[in-house]
């Protein structure tokens, strides 16, 4: 039995949310160690993670 959200969301969205969350744990922790480019590569991620998502929310709205 699958989540409710997963069997709305396609694999883009669930792919991007998922980097997005990763990233933001990943800057975190960049930030609690002093490692900046854990925290850029965090960001990065985030950002990347958006993108995706917003293409799966684009595949969405036109298979409707």
Do not use: W, Y
């Not at 969301?9 to 949310?17: I, L, P, T, Y």
């Not at 998922?18 to 480019?37: L, P």
Request: glycine residues 14%; hydrophobic residues 30%; charged residues 40%.
């Amino acid at each position: 039995c699958a989540l409710p959200i997963f069997e709305m969301a396609n694999e883009d969205q669930v792919k991007g949310k998922a980097k997005d969350v990763g990233g933001k744990a990943k800057e975190k922790i960049g930030e609690a160690t002093g490692n900046d480019e854990m925290k850029r590569d965090g960001q990065a991620d985030q950002a990347e993670g958006k993108v995706q998502k917003g293409v799966g929310d684009a595949k969405d709205k036109l298979s409707d």
